[in-house]
Structures are given as C-alpha cells and as structure tokens.
C-alpha cells in the first residue's frame, strides 16, 4: 500500500464522539516517547501529521486520520509518563480502557515498543489486558537503528521468553525505525491485507 491521503479528521477524550463511519481502524500506542508519532509520520510519509512530543503526556486524546479514504488511523494517548499527574492518569487510562472496550471498527492494535530497552512490566500488563479482553494486537518495536542486528535479535528473545510464558505464541511484530525508514512496507502490508478481509 502507498498512503497517498492522510488527513486529521478529529481529537477527543471520549470514545462516544470518535467519527461514526464504519471505516476499518487501527491504533497505535505505546509509552511517552517510545516514537509513536514519528512512525505514524514515517509511514504516512508526512513531517507532521502527527505531533512529535516535545511535552511528553500532553497528548492525551483519541487522534483520527483518515488514511487513503478507506481506513482511520487513530493515535492513542501515551501511557505511563511519570509526570502525569495519578489523577489525570486515571482519566486516560479510563478512556483508553473504553476505547479498546467499545470500538467496534477496530480492527487491530500496535503496541509500540523501544526495541532498546528490556520488557518493561508498564508494557506488559497492557499486552495483557488487551489479551485478556480479546482484542487483537500486534507489537511494533521503534527505533531498531539504534541497535545492531544481533542486539535487536537478543532483545526480541527477551520479549518472546517472558511471553511465552502466558502465551502460547509470540504475538505478530515488527521491527522499525522512523530515521531509517525500516519496517514502512511490511506495516503498510499488513494493514493492506487485513483490510482486505
Ligand atoms: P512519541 O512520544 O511516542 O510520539 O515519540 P516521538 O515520535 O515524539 O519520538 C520521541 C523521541 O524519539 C524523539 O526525540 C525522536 O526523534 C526519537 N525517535 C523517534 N523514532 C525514532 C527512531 O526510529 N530512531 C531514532 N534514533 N530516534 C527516534
């Protein structure tokens, strides 16, 4: 798929004002400043339909983008930024809840991930929720520039040990990197053949 339309089509804290169409969705989150808004630039190839954070948990709303006239793509809140207050943690994470909850256009989740650092329980114990409530989710590791191959392979095992041990299989991943560009063709597919179904 090449993305030739990208479009902001709304902000909201409430998943009852998220647009009504019957559009396919995808989203994407992950923890404040694991890159989520450069890939979203990345494989829309924009420079900034999505705001990079440069206040990390100021962006907490639902973000939809209407992408090639044919599917949303919605950017979640970041989670888990300690200087959020607990009070307004609460709130999105309540809103995030009734996001994955209620939307029936939903058709998958990326769980954004560093591929630097090790299995962090805060990413954990959302794969896990998403798990247990049945939605489908996908694990898109960032910035893969920053490591060697075999760096990325040992931390990507890391994941798969820990996993394993609840689940029977390795959720579907990715591995990317917005500066270098990897992984864009191999998303853009996968969502491409999943809107086919
Ligand atoms: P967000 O908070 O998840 O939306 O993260 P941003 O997209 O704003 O990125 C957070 C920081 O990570 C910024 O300084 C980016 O330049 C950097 N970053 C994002 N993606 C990559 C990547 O693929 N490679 C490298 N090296 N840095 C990245």
């Known amino acids: 798929m090449v993305i030739k339309y990208a479009e902001f089509v709304v902000s909201n804290s409430d998943v009852s004002k998220c647009p009504k169409s019957r559009l396919p969705e995808y989203a994407f989150i992950g ?8 890939l979203i630039n990345m494989l829309t190839n924009r420079k900034s339909l999505a705001k990079t954070s440069g206040k990390p948990g100021k962006t907490q709303l639902i973000n939809h983008f209407l992408i090639n006239k044919n599917w949303h793509l919605v950017d979640l809140p970041g989670y888990g930024y300690a200087r959020v207050s607990k009070s307004s943690k609460k709130v999105f994470q309540k809103f995030i809840t009734q996001y994955f909850s209620f939307r029936e256009q939903l058709v998958t989740a990326f769980v954004l991930v560093d591929i ?16 247990e409530n049945g939605i ?7 910035k893969a520039d920053k490591l060697k191959p075999k760096a990325i392979e040992n931390h ?9 041990e609840t689940w029977e299989d ?4 990715f591995i990317t990197s917005s500066t270098k560009n990897i992984g864009q ?3 853009l597919n996968y969502i491409d053949g999943l809107n086919e179904n």
Not at 31 to 38: D, F, L, Q, T, Y
Not at 121 to 130: G, N, R
Not at 136 to 142: G, K, V, Y
């Open 136 to 142: 489908p989710f996908s694990i898109i590791f960032t």
């Open 156 to 164: 990507i095992n890391d994941y798969k040990n820990i996993m394993l």
């Open 170 to 173: 390795m959720p579907n991943y």
């Open 185 to 187: 063709d191999e998303l």
């Open 31 to 38: 923890r404040s400043n694991v890159g989520k808004s450069s």
């Open 116 to 131: 630097r650092h090790n299995p962090q329980p805060i990413d954990l114990e959302f794969m896990q929720w998403l798990g």
